[in-house]
């Protein structure tokens, strides 16, 4: 069995931002010469998401204003117990739960198994940090 372990920094300088992964992905797929198997990609951090869906901003700023719809940006301590040990972030983290933590796609003749809009991205919450992305490939 092959494997690949790689960790993907980045520094997002916005509060919220949707990032592509896709290439960066299919490129290490490509560089752990599995022919067929599995990439694991996770966001680790627990204010921020890894996701799949179309490449498409229009889509991209229905996200955004669905979840400020859902878990709004408040810094105060009164609409969220967290935000009461000082931090300012209990929206991110409601909106990573509902995003999700992690993709997993299967590879097939050394390519990503994926439908025809299907592209992978990485959702920041709570950026203007230095935060990564784990990337997991095994496979023969």
């Not at 990439?39 to 998401?49: E, Q």
């Amino acid at each position: 069995m092959k494997s690949l372990t790689k960790e993907l920094w980045m520094n997002v300088p916005e509060r919220r931002a949707i990032v592509s992964l896709h290439q960066e992905v299919a490129d290490l797929v490509a560089e752990s010469g599995v022919q067929e198997g599995l990439v694991l990609v996770n966001a680790m951090h627990i204010t921020a998401s890894v996701f799949i869906n179309d490449n498409e901003p229009g889509l991209h700023r229905d996200y955004d204003r669905w979840l400020e719809e859902l878990a709004p940006f408040d810094a105060s301590p009164e609409r969220y117990h967290h935000n009461r040990t000082g931090e300012d972030n209990a929206d991110a983290h409601h909106k990573r739960q509902v995003m999700g933590r992690e993709v997993v796609v299967g590879i097939t003749d050394g390519k990503l198994h994926l439908g025809p809009w299907e592209h992978i991205f990485y959702y920041e919450f709570d950026g203007r940090r230095r935060k990564r992305v784990l990337v997991k490939i095994i496979g023969e």
